[in-house]
């Protein structure tokens, strides 16, 4: 197995009394995509932070490419790239000056990708940076971070601002990245964000990882959603570890019923059968979608 | 990928060129507006006083007045070699010197620094490999090379007008020390505090300090001045008999002290965090907190009150030296001839005048600190979450207008109150002082009004405010040196009112100014209802 790019175990960061991440693990291997994901005030961006040597960790063990990124935060910079969800820029410069600006120093930016990324994101560098747009600041921290020849993008809810046809453009050229080989850490809100781009995915609540694993694992744990339309009543379904089960008379006062439910894919076609041999007039199966499961790890649920 | 996990990087340095040439490409302007307008400043005061005081003899009739006035001595500073050029334009410059050389150093440092990062332009960049200390090292660099050429241009001045070189360069380099120690301060500050506007709060409560024991030293002639950085820059002494270098490697130590105690901690702490961490607060906003004026208030009051406490310090500290004014004046039968032949004739009341500019001044500066704070709210994108409310936009702009205009009012009273009592011991007068100051106050509406008048009109333009209040500073304590003419003088409204309490008020002064004050408000509403916001 390679060394891992990113190796988090056990990470605590403190401020004054609050416990912003109370015992975190974390890993990212190379060329792996990874989603981080967890609702607000988890600890996500104070988890980049104390990545990128910006904050130093209160407690744990903390490795970016094997080293210290408090210590060697200028070292290890050269290998990545970022890009914040609240991107500042220098009111006064020019949206291409910041981007030389930005490729002065770390990772260096591929001249020819550079200008292919200008065009692709529709961004006009001749533009001063107060007379941008959220979305338009954002472009130019992501065409600075993509256009990098780096082993590791962060990225820090990258798309926040941008248009879905901006958004397409930012996933194909993510794909892109990770064809090449790098190693992605996205943290981002956008569920459909993370469920196109990540192999894996890590949640983060209260400052703990409450989940992790492949979204193929993910998507295991997350049950299926079951509505069926039975012309009478319904057989009884007990004995099978069903959710959210709800049974009402259909709406058109005949004798037929509605059913839904969510079960678990392993238990689909034993709960589906005594279903079928009493007679459907209807059938919608909804697959597993990570939204639920994730909203579940959001609140809190017992998973 | 290039050579995972190898774990060997070159070494290049942390970036300190990158953010070096990011310095000085994004904050040029400023640098060039500092170094120009001090060495032209100067140069400016060398080249009159050349002309007023060409011969020996008039630098002999210099010395015996001027350099011996009391009155200079708290203001100005104790008056070294007041018979040479050098000692003449040191001492007629030392109040602009006093206060634009360690502001220079202090706003320089802060502004491509803890602004910086309390703005959030230091994220991105010190996730490329730009390490903790090189925004800090740098800025250092870059207003260090600024105040060298401020220094170098002094002295070139001077040379130019036949000044020897060793005492032209020990009073430049004194200089440029002067402002590399407040550089030092803003570097220790900036680690202490998360907020731009406290370190710079911080800053200039260290200036007031250095001028008061600066000037308690140099009156009552004891050793609290030593406490003061200004006190350092003064007494190396370039055009005296004896010149001496050791106060200027005292003020390089301590800057380099304070520089490199504040690049020990940046390397210590988190990225956006201080020494001094920020605390919660109260989940719910008071009735008076959710009103406009409320808003207003809250927003500039603890500001405002520093600004009235330090006014009130400074004029009763210099209202105290009153009675010793008059005492050395009593003495000198110079002075006395020389007063009696000026316009202003008693010499108590002459000083208090000259104080009583400190004290606008600081009322000025306070007023226009709110001002600018007004213009931020609108480019940090407050102000359009506030005007998309049911809030008037006259409304909104005009209940901060009348904040910075009471504020103002409140710091020129404060410091006319400080000076009235503590001056009364000399002049039995309880009231005069604090009724100048009073009589001043349409002047403070007038800066109130050229900044809504920018804001309105001219919003990218609001820095020219502070030139303004600089041009005002220049008018009072050197307009008469460098013979300007009079209608570059009763530009400033100080002076068309008249100099206070020394003469009377002059009403036609009181209502031009009154009358401009109201008009440069209401152009300035009209203007801020016309226009695109933000802007």
Redesign the interface.
């Known amino acids: 197995m390679p060394d891992p790019i990113i190796d988090v175990s056990g990470l605590v960061k403190t401020f004054g009394s609050f416990r912003a991440l109370d015992g975190f693990d974390l890993r990212l291997d190379p060329g792996e995509v990874r989603g981080f994901l967890g609702p607000n005030g988890a600890g996500k961006t104070t988890t980049i932070r104390v990545l990128l040597g910006m904050m130093r960790a209160s407690g744990g063990r903390v490795r970016l490419f094997g080293q210290d990124p408090w210590r060697r935060a200028v070292a290890l910079h050269r290998r990545l790239t970022y890009v914040p969800g609240d991107v500042a820029l220098w009111p006064g410069l020019t949206g291409g000056q910041c981007l030389d600006v930005l490729g002065a120093s770390g990772a260096p930016l591929d001249p020819a990708r550079r200008d292919e990324l200008v065009e692709r994101f529709d961004l006009d560098p001749t533009k001063r940076v107060r007379d941008y747009s959220k979305g338009n600041r954002q472009k130019v921290a992501l065409v600075a971070a993509l256009a990098a020849r780096a082993d590791l993008l962060v990225l820090d809810e990258p798309t926040s601002g941008l248009d879905p046809l901006m958004e397409e453009v930012f996933r194909e050229c993510v794909t892109e990245r990770a064809a090449d080989g790098a190693a992605v850490l996205l943290s981002s809100h956008i569920l459909s964000e993370v469920e196109a781009l990540c192999s894996t995915v890590t949640i983060i609540r209260r400052g703990r990882a409450v989940r992790a694993g492949t979204v193929a694992e993910l998507r295991g744990l997350a049950r299926t959603t079951v509505h069926a339309v039975t012309p009478g009543t319904p057989p009884d379904l007990d004995g099978f570890d069903l959710h959210d089960l709800s049974v009402t008379p259909v709406a058109d006062g005949g004798a037929g019923h509605d059913v839904t439910f969510t079960v678990e894919p392993g238990d689909l076609e034993k709960v589906l059968r005594p279903l079928v041999d009493a007679g459907l007039t209807g059938l919608t199966v909804r697959p597993p979608s990570l939204d639920e499961l994730f909203l579940s790890e959001y609140d809190g649920a017992p998973a | 990928?290039?050579a995972?996990?190898t774990?060997t990087?070159?070494?290049t340095g942390?970036?300190l060129t990158?953010?070096l040439?990011?310095q000085l490409?994004?904050g040029w302007k400023a640098l060039l507006a500092w170094v120009a307008g001090l060495v032209g400043v100067y140069a400016a005061t060398v080249a009159a006083i050349d002309t007023t005081y060409g011969t020996p003899e008039q630098l002999a009739t210099y010395q015996a007045t001027v350099g011996s006035d009391p009155t200079m001595a708290a203001i100005n500073g104790t008056p070294y070699g007041a018979d040479t050029l050098g000692g003449v334009v040191a001492n007629e410059f030392g109040f602009i010197a006093a206060i634009a050389v360690p502001l220079m150093g202090l706003l320089l440092v802060t502004r491509s620094t803890r602004a910086a990062e309390e703005?959030?332009?230091l994220?991105?960049?010190?996730?490329?490999?730009?390490?903790?200390r090189a925004p800090w090292s740098a800025a250092l660099g870059v207003t260090a090379g600024a105040l060298v050429l401020v220094g170098l241009g002094m002295a070139g001045s001077l040379l130019a007008y036949g000044v020897e070189a060793a005492d032209a360069a020990l009073y430049g380099a004194s200089v440029t020390a002067l402002g590399l120690v407040f550089a030092g301060v803003a570097t220790l500050a900036g680690q202490l505090l998360r907020r731009a506007a406290g370190v710079v709060a911080v800053g200039i409560v260290v200036l007031g300090a250095a001028y008061v024991f600066r000037a308690i030293g140099d009156v009552e002639d004891n050793g609290w001045k030593w406490l003061s950085p200004l006190a350092w820059q003064q007494e190396t002494r370039p055009f005296a008999e004896d010149p001496r270098v050791w106060p200027l490697l005292l003020a390089l130590g301590v800057a380099a002290t304070l520089s490199g105690l504040g690049l020990a901690l940046v390397g210590r702490r988190?990225?956006?965090?201080a020494v001094v961490?920020s605390r919660p607060g109260p989940a719910r906003a008071g009735r008076f907190l959710a009103s406009g004026p409320g808003q207003a208030l809250r927003q500039h009051g603890a500001t405002l009150l520093a600004w009235a406490v330090g006014a009130a310090l400074v004029g009763a500290v210099f209202g105290a030296f009153t009675d010793d004014i008059a005492d050395v004046v009593a003495a000198n039968p110079d002075l006395q001839a020389a007063f009696s032949a000026g316009a202003a004739g008693d010499p108590t009341s002459w000083y208090l005048s000259f104080t009583l500019v400190l004290v606008m001044l600081m009322a000025f500066g306070a007023a226009a600190q709110v001002v600018a704070r007004v213009r931020r709210e609108e480019?940090g994108g407050r102000l359009e979450a506030v005007l998309a409310r049911s809030v008037r936009r006259t409304t909104w702009l005009g209940t901060h207008a009348a904040v910075a205009v009471l504020g103002g009012a409140l710091v020129a009273l404060a410091g006319g109150a400080g000076l009235a009592v503590t001056a009364s011991r000399a002049t039995g007068d309880t009231a005069g002082a604090f009724t100048a100051a009073a009589q001043y106050l349409p002047a403070v509406v007038a800066v109130v009004g050229l900044g809504v008048a920018l804001l309105g009109l001219l919003p990218r333009a609001l820095g020219l405010l502070w030139v303004a209040i600089a041009y005002v500073a220049v008018v009072e304590m050197l307009g008469e040196t460098l013979s300007m003419p009079d209608a570059a003088l009763q530009v400033s409204p100080l002076h068309a009112i008249g100099r206070l309490p020394a003469e009377d008020p002059s009403g036609t002064g009181v209502l031009v100014v009154g009358a401009v004050a109201v008009a440069l408000l209401g152009a300035g509403l009209a203007g801020f209802r016309h226009r695109d916001v933000p802007r």
Do not use: F, H
């Open positions: 990928m290039t995972p996990g774990g990087t070159r070494r942390d970036g990158a953010v040439r990011l490409r994004t703005n959030g332009l994220e991105l960049l010190r996730s490329r490999a730009i390490g903790s988190d990225l956006g965090s961490p480019t």
